[in-house]
């Protein structure tokens, strides 16, 4: 490649991204632009830094990675997005490719390939760990999931309800009413076909955005 990979990286812990660092920046071909620790800066950064790729784990603080792809790929649709998770749930994969992603890296195979699915996702090709297995794309883009059919709002109102906020701290959180709140609640439910509070817990667990 004739150009540096400009590199985001994106994870909550501090020692794995020098880690990462540290590997990278010693790469010809590579170069580490900036850091995030949670999803809302990575989107931030990657709108102010315009990376090629985001190395993107999943389980974060404040927005979890999938989000954070989406939000990404909404605002900057030439930006090229690996993930690197722990789990091996063809839910995970799924769910981050229909984000965007274009490379799903689990962290047990991080040595041998991490390299490798970088030079790939940043080339335009895809990348799946050989532990994951490769139908997972197919099926991926044949389901049609009812969660596309939210809005980018409602996906945080979904959010944070599958956290446990209240309508009052939602309302606080995203600078609106309680009864705009109350109508984004009525209308994910709509959409999902959920009916209570525990249905939307379980349905985000189902989709890996919370633990």
């Known amino acids: 490649m004739s150009h540096k990979v400009r590199i985001l990286l994106v994870d909550d812990h501090a020692v794995v991204r020098q880690g990462f660092k540290l590997i990278l920046n010693q790469q010809p071909d590579m170069e580490v632009v900036g850091e995030a620790g949670n999803g809302e800066d990575a989107v931030r950064l990657a709108v102010q830094l315009n990376p090629s790729l985001v190395i993107m784990d999943i389980a974060m603080p404040k927005v979890n990675g999938v989000e954070a792809t989406r939000r990404i790929i909404e605002s900057r649709p030439d930006c090229r997005i690996l993930i690197l998770s722990m789990h091996k ?113 379980r349905f985000a667990m189902r989709k890996g955005l919370i633990q």
Not at 106 to 125: E, N, P, Y
Not at 170 to 181: N, Q, W
Request: aromatic content about 6%.
């Open 89 to 201: 749930d063809a839910v995970y994969v799924r769910e981050t490719l229909r984000a965007g992603a274009k490379g799903y890296l689990l962290k047990d195979s991080i040595d041998q390939d991490l390299l490798r699915a970088i030079r790939s996702v940043a080339t335009g090709d895809g990348f799946l760990s050989p532990e994951v297995s490769g139908t997972v794309l197919e099926e991926y883009q044949q389901t049609k999931d009812p969660f596309d059919q939210l809005t980018a709002r409602e996906r945080e109102v979904f959010q944070l309800l599958a956290e446990g906020k209240v309508a009052k701290e939602i309302a606080t959180e995203l600078d609106i009413s309680i009864y705009t709140v109350d109508a984004h609640r009525g209308r994910i439910m709509k959409k999902l076909g959920l009916h209570s509070s525990t249905e939307i817990v």
